[in-house]
């Protein structure tokens, strides 16, 4: 089928997300490793607009690999100058690469409030600006900001922008829908005008997220005759983001039969989104299509067991081929179906009838009515079943602990934690401190646990979360805390539930250490 | 311009996110504000499938505008039986409400591998059930399960499930896109196809957002003939979740002209995404087309003189439609404005300019750097704005107070405040338990100003909620506590912020009773 050319600009675009800042070193490994994937082009930032850039454009440029693939991003020479005074082309041209991303205004609107000139000198700027990179031996991608509006309010006027840019030698016209405004019918019916009044370039689309359409336009424009897509991985993208090539990519491919990446790269498409949010330091978006940890996870259980039977019941694309899993539940919502699968993919050798199930689910569904949550506790849901089971030993009881918090005059504030546990037939008891109450109890645990098991001191706490769930029973209201915990290779998340926070987050770290010691046993 | 009926699903579908679980004081709430925003319909949940649902419906059906707004969902009756018979239709015509949601099989897939019975008999399945319901006096909406996947491999079987609804009295069908796989170009063309088929009914549209086209394949339903939209408040649901709909109301009434809610409920949607997340204890998701705090955020430079000279620039509407605002990420100016902004608002008798607001604005940054809100937690700011006025004098100055929390072997909790205060030149220093460390805060207080100030009786804490800032700190994270407080006329909320949560619950607690005290005395 056709190919689609794929253009990441996750480096520009999406550097310009509230708050993310890209290091060059951050920019050089996603360049990296969109490369290594295959992405066709990677736009690298404004070659000379600040520090950054310019290293980050020196490192490329004696790179032979990603000089091949990485583009730098600027805009049509200034009003009234010569392209070869302009010193915006000037370092276009000198930067290294092989292909500039040009922009230019389409929007009469733009051309008379925004640039203050007349519409015929925004014509010769894009004109003269494409031929002088030309002239260069570069290749020149020319992107129509603003485009779908431009086109709304004078079509002929927008028309006649890219007739400049495709007159004076750009390869492809990219359609942008700068402010995120349009409907999906409206790109449709400017592309396809566009295609067809351009035969001999390819035309190509960026789109904005501020509707919510931006994949639904990439896609729509694509159907329509567009060749060349322009997104970032996870949306990333200033105020609502650009169109997420992580939907985009899968759509065009699995939807719509079109050569993107190879094959092979989808398969590391999770990887990849995780991955460039690492590095962004942005939490992953649960609910992402195709790439979220939620996009294959069945709570109802009506679903799951139907699934169990025929998974394209309720998913629409096997979540392998995208890099992601299937994830099934567990929560007051499910049933037995739920279990048996939990069970099965737990690798837990109990039975999944009879008498051993149904107590595991009666216990199940009291302890969610009290407010545990298991679905994201997974650490904890494995250890209640494996309580059920017989010849189960706890690796520690509490005997008492005890927590004190001071705050004085002047803001002074103090926490310390006492505790005595049994371990075997020895006695611990010892104490520590802590910014505040639960951080005291965490450290005076790990203190007293780490001399019988030393595997404790690698685990550490990702993440740690409260809610308040009945928050009109004022101080006296039951919290659910979540704890997070990972030892460097995989991470695991418990719960506990009380009208006292202090025991509820005992109950979430006990069963954090008590989970994290029994993988390591196995 | 033509109405689209809203229906919302939050709290039946949008309650499958995983992560998400409301309690029943949660449901209510969430119905009520819907409600008061001209919301159609609101689906409350399956009606007996668990008891926090069986409660819900209890209470709504004592609530004379909850009964005429809130509809309960449920499946078909099941194979082989009579209407009469089968519990769930039992349950949805005595749950007490006027309108009744029922889902059937579309897919011959699903009737076949599924529910394991024959073509004919879904039929009348379908058939039997709507007919059942109309007779006891319930207006039914059928929603037509995975009816595009159903409708791609068997379109004369998909439609036949329609008839069998239609015929026996159904008023809407809403056409599901159930997996959510479906492009917005074979939407259209289905919801064509069922427009023109049955013209005497309202169709309407339910679509998931596992290809990221959940709003764009409501708005094109919409564009194709359908006149009921489904979704979620923040696109809330399973998987990747429903159409989002506070993009896809947006969207139908500001870019296609469309009637849904009531304008001045437009001004209010911002307020309603914030209020849903913070009662469903989930991130805002900044990046949220219309209504995410990023939503109108400009952060490069030549975007923002050139929003000054013309907000259509790189606006693709006006912010305050939607009740959002527009954001420059410089802010010195942004900052001044706002306070400016809200010292008017408060009727508070401060310059706004000089001295004092420039020393006020150098607070409310530093707080809110630590992590401190005051745009919910308008009582603290406005202590913080008097606290810098001349004059100004604290009810009560905190000497020391000391809280200590005790566990022991087999659950036996335990909880004791001290404290000691300065009212005036008077000493107080006093004692009181509780069921967790905040609580046992909480009354210790109450006990020390209650002989001075009786109006504290009066009080109430509405709501206590507890969010950890940076969960990568584990347990030494930075949480946020607000608290909401009432005394019969009116609530307020403030706020503390500290690594140690009896810091910030202190914080919380003692502006909660200071503002409570100011306002008594005003």
């Known amino acids: 089928m056709d190919k689609v050319v794929v253009y990441d600009t996750t480096l520009r675009d999406g550097a310009q997300t509230e708050g993310i800042s890209f290091s060059v070193a951050d920019k050089l490994k996603i360049a990296r490793r969109l490369v290594e994937m295959g992405f066709d082009y990677v736009e690298g930032g404004w070659p000379g607009s600040n520090p950054k850039d310019l290293e980050f454009f020196g490192q490329v440029a004696r790179d032979p690999v990603l000089r091949e693939k990485v583009t730098a991003f600027g805009s049509t020479r200034r009003k009234n100058t010569r392209p070869a005074d302009d010193e915006n082309l000037q370092r276009l041209c000198s930067c290294g690469v092989k292909t500039v991303t040009l922009f230019g205004k389409t929007w009469d609107l733009h051309v008379t409030r925004a640039l203050n000139t007349t519409l015929e000198e925004n014509l010769a700027m894009i004109r003269e600006s494409v031929a002088y990179l030309k002239e260069q031996g570069l290749e020149v991608i020319y992107d129509a900001e603003h485009f779908f509006d431009g086109y709304k309010e004078n079509p002929d006027y927008a028309l006649a922008t890219l007739e400049a840019a495709v007159s004076a ?290 685990m550490r706490l990702v993440d740690y979360k409260v809610r308040v769930l009945d928050g009109t029973a004022g101080t006296g209201a039951v919290v659910r805390v979540l704890i997070e915990t990972g030892d460097g290779q995989r991470t695991w998340v418990t719960v506990g539930v009380s009208p006292n926070i202090i025991e509820a987050s005992w109950q979430a770290l006990a069963d954090s250490f008590t989970y994290g010691l029994l993988k390591q046993a196995e």
Chains 1, 2 share one sequence.
């Not at 506790?377 to 494995?382: C, G, H, K, N, P």
């Not at 705050?407 to 504030?413: C, I, Q, T, Y």
């Not at 401190?433 to 001191?457: C, H, M, S, T, W």
């Open 169 to 458: 030698g750009a390869s492809t016209l990219v359609l942008c829908d700068t402010n995120g405004g349009s409907m999906p019918w409206e790109v449709e019916a400017a592309v396809r005008r566009v295609v067809e009044k351009f035969p001999r370039v390819t035309v190509g689309i960026h789109a904005h997220n501020d509707t919510g359409m931006a994949v639904a336009n990439t896609v729509v424009a694509v159907k329509a005759g567009a060749r060349h897509v322009q997104g970032t991985v996870n949306g990333y993208g200033e105020r609502c983001g650009n169109a997420d090539l992580c939907a985009v990519l899968p759509n065009l491919t699995f939807k719509c039969g079109f050569t993107t990446l190879p094959r092979e790269s989808f398969s590391r498409l999770v990887e990849l989104s995780r991955y460039v949010s690492e590095v962004a330091n942005v939490h992953p978006y649960p609910q992402q299509p195709y790439v979220g940890m939620s996009a294959f996870a069945h709570k109802g259980g009506v679903h799951v067991s139907a699934i169990m039977k025929e998974p394209r019941c309720y998913e629409h694309i096997d979540p392998s081929l995208v890099g992601n899993r299937r994830r099934v539940l567990v929560s007051e919502l499910a049933g037995q179906s739920n279990l048996l699968y939990k069970l099965r993919e737990l690798n837990l050798d109990l039975p999944s009838q009879g008498e051993v199930a149904r107590q595991i689910l009666a216990e199940l569904k009291e302890l969610e009515r009290q407010g545990f949550q298991f679905e994201s506790a997974e650490a904890s849901f494995e250890l209640l079943v494996r309580r059920a089971a017989n010849g189960y030993e706890r690796p520690f009881v509490l005997e008492s602990l005890r927590i004190l918090t001071e705050l004085k005059e002047g803001g002074a504030v103090h926490a310390e934690a006492t505790i005595k546990l049994r371990v075997g037939d020895k006695v611990v008891h010892t104490a520590a401190e802590g910014n505040g109450p639960v951080n005291a109890l965490d450290n005076a645990l790990r203190k007293a646990l780490e001399q019988f098991y030393p595997a404790i001191k690698r």
